[in-house]
């Protein structure tokens, strides 16, 4: 993982520490960023991976940023910071400001930093990952991966079709991650996608891989085997991760029962993956992540009125 994202944390804290510490940042984050929202600082809109931390933490964060690629969706957060994206500037494009990754004006459906894309058009990202993935191979650079991030909705567009179609045609080394938290938007999975989910990528010949966990480090074991794989074979893999979203899609469009949601925070990753550290361990974490959290938003938003902290 990404040494950019544990940047302040103690050298010798334990593995364990270090995956809750990297989980409890992009939680923060994103709660930090709904704050803002609700004090109207945050322009349009922008959707929380809340409940979903593993998923970027211990599978995206297995990518190495100097040679791999992710393109992810408008969900997109914790999958930038695990892959070593700059704390600040995901905060300062969010917000709209200049020291945003990209000045402010991408927000974060339109992030582009080194390696990572996002782009907010469901399955408007499956043709650019093949692409990443078969310019990569065309420029001989051999061995990289390039993530492609989906969420269950987008399994109804036929480009992701047409995308794996091309990736088994042309073997290209694309790990086709989704992330099926049991809602499209307001629409429950079971209504809208029929049959199963690993066998629409065994239907083009690709290999599988499907888990139902929000445990980081079976998250961590299942993300090693798939990433691996694509890069010993340089040919595609279509994975799908069970997981569950305990915010709203966006803002206020959460239509599900509150007592649905509320048996959902049992498999909360923070809680699952927290009681395996000591009350200190956890303390310690919260003191940095609000510490990293100040300290990027001093840097791009000190001109904000009222402030961003």
Known sequence: MSDHLFAGLAPGLSANARLYSAMLLVRRTEERLLALFNRGLVSGTTHACIGQEANAVGIIGLLDP???????????????LAFGGSLAGLLGEVLGLDGGVCAGRGGSQHLRDGGFLSNGIQGGGAPVACGLALG???????GGVTALCLGDGTLGQGVLYEALNMAALWSLPVLFLVEDNGYAQTTPTADAVAGSMVARGAAFGIRTAEIDSTDV???????????????????????????????AHSKGDDTRPPEAVAALCALDPLAV??????????????????????????????GLEGGAS
């Open 66 to 80: 100097g040679r791999d690629h992710v393109v992810s969706n408008h969900r997109c957060h914790g999958h930038y």
């Open 136 to 142: 990569a191979r065309l420029a001989g650079r051999e």
């Open 217 to 247: 480090l079976a998250l961590r074991e299942f993300g090693r085997e798939a990433v691996g794989a694509v890069r010993d074979s340089g040919r595609p893999l279509f994975a799908v991760v069970h997981t569950q979203r305990l915010c």
């Open 273 to 302: 993956h927290g009681a395996r550290l000591a009350q200190a361990e956890r303390e310690a974490a919260e003191a940095w992540a609000r510490a990293r959290i100040d300290a990027a938003l001093a840097a791009v938003a000190s």
